[in-house]
């Protein structure tokens, strides 16, 4: 796996390329140190993930995830940030980001890394519990049968919207992994939406 880190900090960019590349399967094949940093960098190396931080100096790291997301929609950018700030974490959900955690939890950047590279959408916990508050608008009048959204597709985007990974779901619903896909495909879909984060916001925000 290859993961680009882009941090104004040289000293935890540095600390974090000697974690990730004595995990053994884990190259950084560059650091950045602001946005306008990253995107260049990203453009250069196609990174399988990008592990970026929110505040710096130039451009911020949600201003760069912005620019990455709308030239590579299927980008993986992990937010790592000392910040546990409400608006950044609304916008990086908004954006399509697949991760935000805090600097303060180093022992879950590796797996958090892991997941994102395999599809999945990661938030620290501390990240998570705030999650349905800041996204729930109140009472909606989305009516999902209007876009041909069948109970059991439903009943996945809640699942979703509760961090359950494709895997999870098959098993709690008793379903295969392929149907489980072949189910988000269509919602997606219908919902216009681009990924899975996407999907949780939307539920959150029209619950």
Do not use: C, W
């Not at 140190?33 to 453009?43: N, P, Q, T, Y």
């Not at 729930?136 to 959204?149: A, L, P, Q, V």
């Not at 494709?166 to 939406?193: H, M, W």
């Amino acid at each position: 796996m290859n993961v680009l880190i882009v941090d104004d900090d040289i000293f935890v960019s540095g600390a974090l390329k000697t974690i990730l590349e004595s995990s053994g399967d884990i190259t950084v094949p560059a650091t950045g140190s602001d946005g306008k940093e990253a995107v260049a960098l990203f453009r250069r190396y196609h990174p399988d993930v990008l592990l970026m931080d929110i505040r710096m100096k130039e451009v911020s790291g949600l201003d760069a995830a912005a620019e990455i997301l709308k030239e590579f929609p299927d980008a993986r950018i992990l937010l790592l940030t000392t910040f546990s700030d409400d608006e950044y974490i609304v916008r990086a959900l908004k954006l399509g980001a697949k991760g935000y955690l805090l600097k303060q939890d180093y022992a879950s950047i590796l797996p958090a890394l892991r997941a994102v590279y395999s599809g999945q959408t990661v938030f620290g916990h501390e990240i998570v519990s705030k999650i349905p508050e800041l996204l729930h608008s109140g009472s909606s009048s989305f009516n999902y049968r209007d876009h041909d959204i069948s109970e059991r597709e439903q009943e996945i985007i809640r699942l979703i919207a509760d961090g359950l990974s494709n895997k999870e779901i098959a098993a709690r619903l008793f379903l295969s992994e392929g149907t489980v896909r072949n189910y988000l495909s269509s919602i997606l879909d219908k919902l216009q939406l681009r990924d899975r984060t996407q999907v949780a916001v939307f539920y959150y925000r029209n619950r």
